[in-house]
Structures are given as structure tokens and as C-alpha cells.
């Protein structure tokens, strides 16, 4: 639980850890952005209690951020914060109006998620030389695994040993908000992470549960996961955004582009509904329109 030096972002944040059951990393952003908005209207106002916080306050820091050059998607992402936090106090009694009514959120510019090609992901794994040994093999397969399963990158790290199953060949992930999904992957896939854990084993003992450890048998972080995927993406790809989450974009966009159902994918994510899976067919109708214009004559 992140500290805060305002009681009332405190409470919030027990409520998001506790009631929402939100993630670590989403109870951070929060309390990020409330920090961030209240230090600003103490500097500039001499005013934190959430009761006197007045619209022009939320416009004026709105306004300050743009001038910074940040995006409208950022952006909307705070005063996202601020209508939660404030909704949360309202409903117990601790504001009586909301600052937040008349704030409008600006328009989000499209941007199609972006992926890696078919041709460069088989170049990073029939390609790209790994190091020998135990480290190699468990990059390649952390790599693998995200491609294969378009898991996040938390539910990598956050992968027990009791949550692959080696008969069935799926995997139990906890995702956003604690929900439980199960993700199906291949003999093969299954059999190379049961000679993964065995060498943990032999390497470190029994002691950490995590399917992935560091070099020094400790559970893995986000920024291990994420070094890895941007240090051998950069050796088959000149994207912009070499991050774990590109595999996740990659599997969503890869399978719609070979026919899969909207709705199998969105269960395959882990999404809670259908409007957070749709942006891929956007790269499914984009790769059709590439063919169109390559294959008719008229084009």
C-alpha cells in the first residue's frame, strides 16, 4: 500500500485494496494521481480538504498538465481518478457535491494497438541466439509464454507452480480484479515448463512457489520481465514499443487475423467485456484493406 500525507487518499486506497480488490499497480496510479492533484491545489490554492476542492481547482491543474504536453489519454486517466475518489466520498458522507460534474473528458486520438509481425516473432524464436544454459531457457520461455497465452505481465510473474496443469495443458492465471481465468497452451508448452521448474528445483530448491525466479532464486519484478522482452525485441523488430505488453497485442491481433471469434478472444484475454477486445479487429480490417489493395487489379 502506497503512503500518502492525506488521510483521505489513504481511505480511498484501503477501499481500493480491500473492497475493489485492484491490483498493487493500479492502487499506485491512483495514488499517484490524487497526490499529484492535491500537492498542486496546496501549492497553488492552500486548500486540501477534499470538501473545498472547487472545479475551477480541477480545470486550472487539467489545464497545467496540457501545457506540459500531456496526452488527452493521460489525461482522461486523472480525471478518471478524481471522479472515483470523489464518488467514494460522497458515498460516505464526507463531500456533498462533486467537483467533478461539469468536467468533461477530452476525446482520446484512435491509435491501433501496436504488434509485432508474424514473421518477426518467428525470427525471435527460431532465430535470435538465447544464452546457454538455465537463464536462456527461461527467457525464451517467459517470451513464449506471453506470445502464447497473451497473459500480462503480472499474470507471468504472479504464476504458481500449482496453477499449470500438466494433464490438461492449461494454465490458471489470476487477472484484473482477482477474476480467475483458464488459458489453454500446448503439450509442448507445458512440458518445457515442467523441465523449467524441475532445473529451479535443482538450482534453487523448493522454497519460492513462483514458476519464474531470478537469477538469485528470487520471485521475478516488472521491470526483469519487461528488460528481457525489450532487449530481444529490439533484435527483430524497429516498433516503437517493446514492452511485455506487445505480446499480449500480437496474440489478440494475430488470432483475429486468422479467423478468431471476438468473443473467444475476449475470454482468451481476460477481458470483462467486449469493448476493451474490439480495438483488434481495427489491425484485422486494417491487414484486410493491405490485401485488397495488393490483390485487385483496381485497387
Given at each position: 500500500?502506497?503512503?500518502?500525507n492525506?488521510?483521505?487518499?489513504q481511505?480511498?486506497?484501503?477501499?481500493?485494496?480491500?473492497?475493489?480488490r485492484?491490483?498493487?499497480h493500479?492502487?499506485?496510479?491512483?495514488?499517484?494521481?490524487?497526490?499529484?492533484?492535491?500537492?498542486?491545489?496546496?501549492?497553488?490554492?492552500?486548500?486540501?480538504?477534499?470538501?473545498k476542492?472547487?472545479?475551477?481547482?480541477?480545470?486550472?491543474w487539467?489545464?497545467?498538465?496540457k501545457?506540459?504536453?500531456?496526452e488527452?489519454?493521460?489525461?482522461?486517466?486523472k480525471?478518471?481518478?478524481?471522479?472515483s475518489f470523489?464518488?467514494?466520498?460522497?458515498?460516505?458522507?464526507?463531500v456533498?457535491?462533486?467537483?467533478?460534474?461539469?468536467?468533461?473528458?477530452?476525446k482520446?486520438?484512435?491509435?491501433?494497438?501496436?504488434?509485432?509481425?508474424?514473421?518477426?516473432?518467428s525470427?525471435?524464436?527460431?532465430?535470435?541466439?538465447?544464452?546457454q544454459?538455465?537463464?536462456?531457457?527461461?527467457?525464451k520461455l517467459?517470451?513464449?509464454?506471453?506470445?502464447?497465452?497473451g497473459?500480462?505481465?503480472?499474470?507471468?510473474?504472479?504464476?504458481?507452480?500449482n496453477?499449470?496443469?500438466?494433464?490438461?495443458a492449461?494454465?490458471?492465471?489470476?487477472?484484473?480484479?482477482?477474476k480467475?481465468?483458464?488459458?489453454?497452451?500446448?503439450?509442448?508448452m507445458?512440458?518445457?515448463?515442467?523441465?523449467?521448474?524441475?532445473?529451479?528445483?535443482?538450482?534453487?530448491?523448493?522454497?519460492?512457489?513462483?514458476?519464474?525466479v531470478?537469477?538469485?532464486?528470487?520471485?521475478?519484478?516488472?521491470?526483469y520481465?519487461?528488460?528481457v522482452a525489450?532487449?530481444?525485441?529490439?533484435?527483430?523488430?524497429?516498433?516503437?514499443?517493446k514492452?511485455?505488453?506487445?505480446?499480449?497485442?500480437?496474440?489478440?491481433?494475430?488470432?483475429?487475423?486468422?479467423?478468431?471469434?471476438?468473443?473467444?478472444?475476449?475470454?482468451?484475454?481476460?477481458?470483462?467485456?467486449?469493448a476493451?477486445?474490439?480495438?483488434?479487429?481495427h489491425n484485422?480490417?486494417?491487414?484486410?484493406?493491405?490485401?485488397?489493395?495488393?490483390?485487385?487489379p483496381?485497387?
Amino acid at each position: 500500500m502506497p503512503e500518502t500525507n492525506h488521510p483521505h487518499i489513504q481511505d480511498f486506497l484501503h477501499f481500493l485494496e480491500f473492497q475493489k480488490r485492484y491490483s498493487a499497480h493500479t492502487i499506485l496510479s491512483y495514488a499517484t494521481d490524487l497526490g499529484q492533484f492535491f500537492d498542486y491545489c496546496q501549492l497553488q490554492y492552500e486548500e486540501s480538504d477534499p470538501g473545498k476542492i472547487r472545479t475551477e481547482y480541477i480545470r486550472s491543474w487539467l489545464a497545467s498538465l496540457k501545457l506540459e504536453g500531456m496526452e488527452s489519454r493521460s489525461l482522461n486517466r486523472k480525471i478518471s481518478t478524481l471522479k472515483s475518489f470523489f464518488k467514494y466520498l460522497l458515498r460516505e458522507g464526507k463531500v456533498e457535491t462533486t467537483p467533478l460534474a461539469t468536467i468533461i473528458s477530452p476525446k482520446n486520438r484512435k491509435r491501433l494497438p501496436q504488434f509485432i509481425e508474424t514473421e518477426d516473432i518467428s525470427a525471435l524464436f527460431t532465430e535470435v541466439v538465447f544464452p546457454q544454459g538455465w537463464l536462456g531457457n527461461m527467457q525464451k520461455l517467459i517470451l513464449n509464454l506471453l506470445y502464447f497465452t497473451g497473459m500480462r505481465r503480472a499474470e507471468l510473474i504472479g504464476l504458481k507452480e500449482n496453477q499449470v496443469d500438466f494433464s490438461n495443458a492449461t494454465l490458471k492465471v489470476l487477472g484484473k480484479g482477482n477474476k480467475e481465468r483458464i488459458i489453454p497452451t500446448s503439450r509442448e508448452m507445458v512440458e518445457a515448463i515442467r523441465a523449467h521448474i524441475a532445473e529451479k528445483h535443482r538450482l534453487f530448491g523448493t522454497g519460492c512457489q513462483q514458476v519464474f525466479v531470478t537469477e538469485k532464486g528470487l520471485p521475478l519484478y516488472p521491470k526483469y520481465v519487461y528488460n528481457v522482452a525489450n532487449t530481444y525485441l529490439a533484435k527483430v523488430t524497429t516498433i516503437d514499443k517493446k514492452s511485455p505488453h506487445i505480446f499480449r497485442h500480437s496474440f489478440a491481433t494475430h488470432l483475429m487475423n486468422n479467423g478468431a471469434e471476438l468473443n473467444a478472444v475476449k475470454e482468451l484475454l481476460g477481458h470483462s467485456s467486449l469493448a476493451a477486445t474490439q480495438v483488434y479487429t481495427h489491425n484485422s480490417i486494417e491487414k484486410l484493406k493491405d490485401v485488397f489493395k495488393k490483390a485487385h487489379p483496381r485497387a
